[in-house]
């Protein structure tokens, strides 16, 4: 029975999303320590396999130099014009046949003057090459036994021809003595790796150790076992992310708790319009139609009021949007006054032209609008708009030049559905909604007399986007 598309399609979907998914860091960490381990071990080592074989090779052809300016000293002319010795070189191992140490002087046309350690055998020297100076070589004259050999020209008084001077050495115990070292370096660098990769992964896993805690308090959380992330024997680098969970979850919080009252407050100011509607409904009630236009004005009141809230809060968690105020204001302007044309209303702006309003610009529309909207339809006919941003905060006053307001009534100017002048069309929800939207940003609207016009003078303060420095 074969599986159906779907399920098909998402086990496919799966094993891609696996082969894609990025490795863990302890295997990140695990791998690039290992190629990095690698890599500088193999360098190294073959650094220093080179160093050690050329300090080696070099002191050995050392020792065997020392025995050539004896031998260029004691070097004479017999009668035939051959090259003898006056005083053949100290050293015993010359005089032994096989014996792993040789010296030889040869010349073109010459006969060769060998030592008798070489017996029955003769190095072979390339005399078409100059040798004016010490030259060393691996010789492989002899099939049995690679030599060390070092060479160099001279001219014995009395003779026009060039004699080269050569002494070798079997590389026997060179190359073994190369061959431990070399074994010796090479283990060292093994364990050094071992110990280094040991060490990488002591790290990845004592080092994420923090991380999987975070792991497993997220895992709490999630599991409604724990509210909050522990902040006391946290590291520093881990402090942070630390903050922000927390900040995150009482964030989150705050918003379940908000919108659950949102939902309490709009259930309990629908309840009474409901309930209203029902019972004249259920009496027959002559003005029916009068109770339904007046309680289903009421509630989409309330509706406006709470949508307003919730697309703000929705926004502000959302969105770290920027918005300029002067572009916004100017919009409002040219809107409010082709609505009140016919009062004939002045709205002037004035303030700084640069300031931004951290936040979207609908809902700074919102607030702003309603302000100004309220200085026109209230006031006797001039609104005006001023600007500022002090660092991190924005101020928006609007003054008008009406009657103002009465003493003690600027807090319950606020509350839902309050007019003081009922024969102008509203909801009276304007302020309201200007407070709530305010709050949500961490701001706040202070209503007062206006000093120059007389009049309502309302302040809107809200955070004001950091501007950028000027090179």
């Known amino acids: 029975?074969?599986?159906?598309?779907?399920?098909?399609?998402?086990?496919?979907?799966?094993?891609?999303?696996?082969?894609?998914?990025?490795?863990?860091?302890?295997?990140?960490?695990?791998?690039?320590?290992?190629?990095?381990?690698?890599?500088?071990?193999?360098?190294?080592?073959?650094?220093?396999?080179?160093?050690?074989?050329?300090?080696?090779?070099?002191?050995?052809?050392?020792?065997?130099?020392?025995?050539?300016?004896?031998?260029?000293?004691?070097?004479?002319?017999?009668?035939?014009?051959?090259?003898?010795f006056n005083r053949e070189p100290a050293e015993p191992r010359f005089a032994e046949p096989y014996s792993g140490r040789y010296w030889q002087v040869s010349a073109k046309g010459r006969s060769d003057f060998r030592s008798r350690s070489l017996w029955d055998r003769t190095l072979a020297l390339d005399l078409d090459k100059a040798c004016l100076t010490l030259c060393t070589s691996r010789n492989e004259s002899f099939d049995d036994e690679p030599l060390r050999l070092v060479e160099q020209d001279a001219i014995i008084p009395g003779s026009p021809a060039v004699f080269r001077f050569a002494v070798a050495a079997a590389a026997a115990p060179l190359d073994s003595e190369i061959a431990a070292i070399r074994r010796t370096l090479w283990l060292a660098l093994g364990v050094l790796a071992l110990g280094l990769v040991a060490l990488a992964a002591l790290q990845a896993s004592y080092g994420l150790q923090p991380l999987r805690r975070m792991s497993a308090t997220i895992a709490d959380i999630r599991a409604g076992r724990i509210r909050r992330a522990p902040e006391a024997d946290v590291p520093p680098e881990i402090a942070p992310l630390v903050a922000e969970l927390n900040a995150l979850l009482d964030h989150g919080a705050a918003t379940t708790e908000a919108a659950r009252m949102h939902a309490g407050d709009l259930?309990?100011?629908?309840?009474?319009?409901?309930?209203?509607?029902?019972?004249?409904?259920?009496?027959?009630?002559?003005?029916?139609?009068?109770?339904?236009?007046?309680?289903?004005?009421?509630?989409?009141?309330?509706?406006?009021?709470?949508?307003?809230?919730?697309?703000?809060?929705?926004?502000?968690?959302?969105?770290?949007?920027?918005?300029?105020?002067?572009?916004?204001?100017?919009?409002?302007?040219?809107?409010?006054?082709?609505?009140?044309?016919?009062?004939?209303?002045?709205?002037?702006?004035?303030?700084?032209?640069?300031?931004?309003?951290?936040?979207?610009?609908?809902?700074?529309?919102?607030?702003?609008?309603?302000?100004?909207?309220?200085?026109?339809?209230y006031g006797g006919g001039r609104v005006f708009v001023t600007v500022q941003a002090r660092g991190e905060r924005l101020e928006i006053l609007v003054e008008d030049d009406g009657p103002g307001i009465p003493s003690g009534l600027d807090r319950k100017l606020f509350e839902r559905g309050l007019r003081l002048d009922t024969s102008q069309p509203g909801t009276g929800l304007g302020l309201a909604i200007v407070r709530d939207i305010a709050e949500i940003y961490g701001g706040s609207v202070r209503l007062a007399e206006s000093a120059d016009l007389g009049g309502l003078a309302a302040t809107l303060a809200l955070p004001a986007a950091v501007r950028p420095a000027v090179a």
């Open 1 to 84: 029975m074969s599986s159906p598309p779907s399920a098909v399609s998402a086990t496919v979907s799966t094993a891609e999303t696996r082969r894609r998914a990025p490795g863990s860091i302890s295997r990140r960490i695990l791998l690039l320590s290992l190629a990095w381990i690698a890599g500088l071990t193999l360098g190294g080592g073959l650094l220093l396999d080179r160093l050690v074989t050329a300090t080696l090779i070099r002191n050995f052809d050392a020792q065997l130099a020392e025995t050539l300016p004896i031998m260029i000293a004691a070097a004479e002319l017999d009668s035939a014009g051959d090259a003898y």
């Open 267 to 377: 259930a309990h100011a629908l309840k009474t319009p409901l309930s209203v509607l029902l019972n004249e409904a259920a009496a027959n009630s002559a003005d029916l139609a009068a109770t339904v236009r007046r309680e289903a004005t009421a509630m989409r009141r309330h509706v406006d009021h709470h949508l307003a809230r919730a697309r703000a809060s929705a926004r502000r968690a959302s969105s770290q949007a920027r918005a300029p105020v002067w572009p916004v204001l100017e919009r409002l302007q040219r809107a409010v006054s082709r609505i009140y044309a016919e009062r004939g209303i002045v709205i002037d702006i004035a303030g700084d032209r640069d300031a931004v309003f951290q936040g979207e610009a609908q809902d700074l529309e919102e607030m702003a609008g309603n302000l100004i909207d309220n200085a026109a339809k």
